[in-house]
């Protein structure tokens, strides 16, 4: 993972209606695992991680480096929001840009919380790092991520096979900054 450059990190909680983001705290760990090791959350991500090998490996509080946000509804974690910069094993139109990805846990879905986090997110991108585009790569047998990449601006900017699976390669503009 490649940092956001000068950003100070972590940020102020980021508050929505109904989520704050926040930097990861050791009380997350137990969601983290759960998250990671979830078939349904990995089934177009590769499959999951080991049970075991997460209980073992992770760190007391997962997930604590610049870009990364934990999902907090009602003081809870149920999801996490990456915000990286794409590094030279990805395609090219994505190197060196930003690159935003998520991951909810499955009783999360269908109430609109990635749109409310990653819109979020990308709002405080927009404030710190104004005037830079991102990126976004899903698999396009993913509907719903491909149905949230649209909502949130990312426009197609190639498909490219990968990983046994269509990937789909998207790019939102950056927000012009006030003059």
């Not at 997930?63 to 509804?73: A, I, M, N, Q, T």
């Not at 009783?107 to 104004?130: H, I, K, N, S, T």
């Not at 149905?147 to 939102?172: C, I, K, N, P």
């Amino acid at each position: 993972m490649t940092d956001l450059g000068p950003v100070p990190w972590p940020p102020e909680p980021i508050r929505t209606e109904r989520l704050v983001l926040r930097e990861s705290e050791a009380r997350d760990r137990g969601a983290f695992i759960e998250l990671l090791a979830s078939p349904e959350v990995h089934t177009y991500l590769g499959g999951p991680r080991s049970r075991d090998a997460l209980e073992h490996g992770l760190p007391e509080a997962p997930g604590r480096w610049p870009g990364s946000f934990v999902v907090d509804l009602d003081g809870a974690m149920i999801g996490q929001i990456l915000l990286r910069r794409a590094t030279e094993h990805r395609r090219p139109a994505a190197v060196g840009k930003a690159d935003l990805g998520y991951l909810f846990l499955p009783r999360a879905w269908g109430f609109g919380y990635a749109a409310e986090a990653c819109a979020a997110a990308l709002d405080w991108f927009d404030g710190v790092l104004p005037g830079e585009p991102v990126v976004l790569t899903t698999q396009t047998a993913n509907v719903s991520s491909m149905r949230l990449a649209a909502r949130l601006g990312f426009t197609e900017v190639e498909r490219f096979h990968a990983w046994d699976a269509e990937q789909w390669l998207g790019r939102r503009s950056p927000v012009t900054p006030p003059a």
